[in-house]
């Protein structure tokens, strides 16, 4: 390379890396794609963003992405900070964007990934607060009422594809937002996806409309206690991807359509095949955040459905080891969590009913929560399984402690929206574990306090009562 001196034909060299690069990445050559890119990069000139703008943009997003894939983030974070002062489009803007957030998530630093996609739509005119109002909420959704007019949900099937490449970013730049913020605010994640929808509606179905729609399904139910319509909305978007064969979203189509969807209206077992074949898929394209979402979702649909324990911990084990190994630090202390669980009731642990061992420790895994806000989603979820151990092995006390310490992570919603869970929108059965096990512990507490303390835990009891009761209505065979 140093003997070409020519600018044509260095920038015509910089070109075939750049295509090398590309074909090696399709084929999951992560490697040799960052050797074919860092040469052609070193390729261009210092005046490259002004003479071949769009190529050493192309180079060095492709670099960003593949260094993602390769685990190197801490140098993707670097390179796509500086890389978007050079964005000079919409387009641009939203596609740096998208690969920024997916760092920030794989990081386990959620509110970074908000404020990178908040920045983007500000560029729209769009200025949200992180933390969006119940009334936000109900207006977003109130408008999509408005916009389907006399048609059924399942005719939005038939409407145009969106073909301005501008929406098209917009929209993936909000399904990104809207990954973000389910571990960040729960308002302001459903009106990411309301949003998403209007899109949808008003430009034409797209590969991402399946993910809205289907990410609105959960926000019809859990936020608004519609699970049918919520159903409705999920088959549409997987039907989106069989009939119309809008395939990028598929993986995460069918992930959330069996774990976050089906569960409220179906059998559990009803939607694992959908979360398998994500898992698969997601696999095969080497989405590592995808693979440990899916196996995540299957390990809580095993243990929900109430399958063999020895074959829970060895899915479990296996999808730690995926995690620990894709450093996707998120997943490795959710799946590290439920193999505690696991383990204990198993009697594997050294007491029963804690879920330290030489692979645990609760206090560390406390001390975490404790300096990271953003851990919210993954402290909920430790809450309820530490609730669930400390209920079987007797201890109602700690048992109850926990169940204090999850009621506020669900964010629960205040009266003017249906009294509802949506910390957890993608874990139906994880709310409802919460509030089963909150329920059986304070009934085993109620018999052995002072009147004013039983007064307490009977009513307590109740609220959770109710709460099942509402979900038996839609989903008797997973809350009856």
């Not at 649909?301 to 190994?325: I, S």
Request: net charge negative; proline share 3%; charged share 20%.
């Amino acid at each position: 390379m140093p003997l070409i001196t020519a600018h044509d034909e260095r920038e015509q060299l910089a070109e075939l890396n750049l295509l090398a690069g590309q074909r090696a990445k399709a084929s999951t050559a992560y490697a040799s794609a960052l050797t074919y890119l860092s040469a052609g990069a070193a390729l261009l000139a210092e005046d490259c963003w002004e003479r071949r703008h769009a190529l050493i943009f192309a180079l060095e997003l492709l670099r960003a992405e593949c260094e993602v894939l390769t685990g190197a983030l801490a140098t993707a974070e670097h390179r796509l900070t500086r890389l978007s002062t050079h964005a000079a489009t919409t387009v641009e803007r939203a596609t740096v964007a998208c690969v920024r957030m997916d760092v920030y998530t794989y990081l386990a630093q959620s509110g970074r990934a908000v404020a990178v996609g908040l920045d983007y739509v500000r560029h729209l005119g769009i200025d949200w607060s992180p933390h969006a109002t119940d009334e936000e909420v109900r207006r977003a959704y109130e408008r999509i009422w408005a916009q389907l007019g006399g048609r059924a949900i399942e005719e939005l099937l038939e409407l145009p594809l969106m073909t301005d490449p501008a929406s098209l970013a917009t929209l993936d730049v909000l399904i990104k937002l809207g990954q973000s913020t389910r571990f960040t605010d729960a308002n302001l994640f459903a009106l990411t996806i309301c949003t998403a929808v209007h899109l949808s509606l008003e430009r034409g179905n797209s590969d991402g409309s399946c993910y809205a729609y289907v990410r609105l399904g959960t926000v019809a139910g859990v936020y608004f206690g519609d699970y049918q319509t919520g159903y409705r909305f999920g088959q549409l978007g997987y039907d989106l991807v069989e009939k119309r064969g809008l395939k990028r979203f598929q993986v995460r189509t069918y992930a959330i359509f069996g774990n976050a969807v089906m569960p409220w209206t179906r059998h559990v077992k009803a939607g694992r095949d959908l979360v398998r074949r994500a898992f698969e898929m997601a696999h095969q394209t080497g989405d590592l955040g995808l693979m440990m979402y899916s196996w995540f979702s299957l390990i809580s649909n095993l243990l929900a459905a109430g399958d063999p324990l020895v074959e829970v911990q060895r899915e479990t084990e296996h999808g730690l080891v995926l995690a620990q190994k894709g450093r996707v630090d998120l997943a490795s202390d959710l799946i590290a969590t439920q193999l505690g669980l696991v383990r204990t009731l198993r009697g594997l642990t050294p007491t029963f009913g804690s879920l330290d061992d030489e692979q645990f420790d609760e206090r560390r895994m406390e001390r975490r929560f404790a300096s990271h806000a953003d851990l919210a989603y993954t402290e909920s979820w430790y809450c309820i399984r530490k609730l669930q151990a400390r209920f079987f092995a007797g201890d109602y006390a700690a048992a109850l402690e926990a169940s204090a310490r999850a009621q506020p992570l669900l964010w629960t919603s205040p009266a003017t929206l249906k009294a509802v869970d949506r910390q957890v929108p993608d874990a139906p059965l994880a709310s409802a574990e919460y509030h089963f096990y909150g329920a059986l512990a304070r009934a085993a507490c109620a018999d052995a306090v002072l009147p004013d303390q039983r007064r307490q835990h009977v009513e307590a009891l109740a609220a959770h009562h109710r709460q099942l009761t509402i979900w038996a209505e839609h989903g008797p065979e997973n809350f009856g």
